[in-house]
């Protein structure tokens, strides 16, 4: 199943292109560095460097990820250059915050998990994007919950949103073992989008499945 917790891969929801600078660039023509952010039990988070633009073209290209996304994937070259730009950017001004280059214990590459700022109001939101081969195996809540973990306990950041496509049945439940709560809906990159919220006081670490509440709309 999609397991696409919110879109981590766009750049602030400003429809022009996002501009950087020549000190957003690797310095002598040289690549990113590509230090481990975060691990969980079985994850291992980098930073994103030119090095991995065929991976986010994968990601991006890959129909069963895409279709359930909010904004557009990662099509081309420059999409992929541009977000690895971006996410270096986000690195350097707001410590803590990013998007990662996510690998499991092997070194193999199963997509990437985000904390990134969102709208005006100061928001940060938590993401994930995995490739197919990585659905299934608790990969997307091991990582929601150690992103959790850093936001609330090493940052003391007051809260986490998440959105998701109305359509997404994956994602809620996912969202509500992390404790998160449903608000009212609203638009993500001009597309419906149901929206979540968790204020640091709500975060007491991973829920059981039997203690997880039913989100409404998505009982059978």
Known sequence: MPTNLTQPAAPPSDPSPPAF????LPAEGRDYPTEEHLRSRRLRLHGFAFRHVIDLLQLGR???VTRMLLDDPIATLDDAMGLVVWANKLYRERPGLGLWHTRDRAGRFIGMFSLTPSGDAGDVAI???LLPAAWGRG???EGGAALCTHAFETLAMPALIAQ????NRSVPPLLLRLGFTETAGGAQFGNPARRFRMA???WRGLRP???TPVVAGDAS
Do not use: L
Request: proline residues 4%.
């Open 21 to 24: 600078s020549r000190d957003d």
């Open 62 to 64: 890959e129909e069963r």
């Open 127 to 129: 993401g994930v994007r």
């Open 139 to 141: 990969y997307a809540i």
């Open 164 to 167: 998701c496509a109305p359509d």
């Open 200 to 202: 640091r006081a709500d």
């Open 209 to 211: 499945r039997r203690e």
